[in-house]
């Protein structure tokens, strides 16, 4: 029998019979698993308040031979997740990056850099006001952490550097920008200094963005270009996409967002900063 003790997030939580309750956890030691927790419904001293979405945890697992869960033996709360369910913008971006923890990576596949990282954005997210180039960086950072990262610097097909010009193609077939020589007429044509911007966004702190130069009406267009990019590269639409994309609507991702807004309860939205220093965000 294999125990382990280790810094665990919880991605979602589910009831399971009478007492007990499935928990989905992306793990600093093990990566991302399901264990079960016995009597987790019906003992509130087992887990006081420790198995809500986003908390950060160090949690004690055992995984008996044959079995087909692990099991939840002990929880420690070490960051609860309050700061991000009680405001709309910062609920939408985390379970943007939940989602994408709990899809795009493979369970029991361990990445102690892209727990570190994932623990940060959350950090992060629970102090900065929530805006539309956050939730962008967001999503750009956690796609090139988990190798989706797109091609922005030089052309994808031949990798010759990008000329200097105001626009050149990007596409999404090819992995991102490409140059004159290799764009299609079906490749939408993106300013340089924005494909610039994003490239920089990767390696920047998401405390930091504000230096980046990048203006409010540029966002949109590189949400609609990572848009396409992800749906073609992983084959699917992120649920948390819609959702984000109404929070949006409602400018609750405009810095300010509505006073007093509250969260959706965790089970009704699916579960789901700097690629500097290992974990920064």
Known sequence: MLEYRTAAVVLRTFDYGESDRLVHLYTEQIGRVT?????ARRSRRRFPGTLEIFSR???HLVDPPRAQLMRLEGAVLVEPGEGLVQQLGRFAIASQLLEMLDRLTA????????FRFSAGVLMVLCEERPDRLLALLVLLKTLARLGYRPQLVACARCGRSLPERDRVGFDVAQGGAVCPDCASGEAPAVPVWLLAGLEAGIRTPLRQRGELGIPDRAVG???????RFLQFHVGFELRTANFLSQIRDLECLDGA??????????GSVAAGASTSPAGRA
């Open 107 to 114: 369970e029991g596949e361990a990445n102690p850099e892209l």
């Open 35 to 39: 264990a079960i927790a016995k009597g």
């Open 57 to 59: 945890l160090e949690v």
């Open 221 to 227: 267009q590189a949400e609609r270009l990572l848009s």
């Open 257 to 266: 967002g509505v006073h007093g807004d509250t969260a959706p309860a965790s």
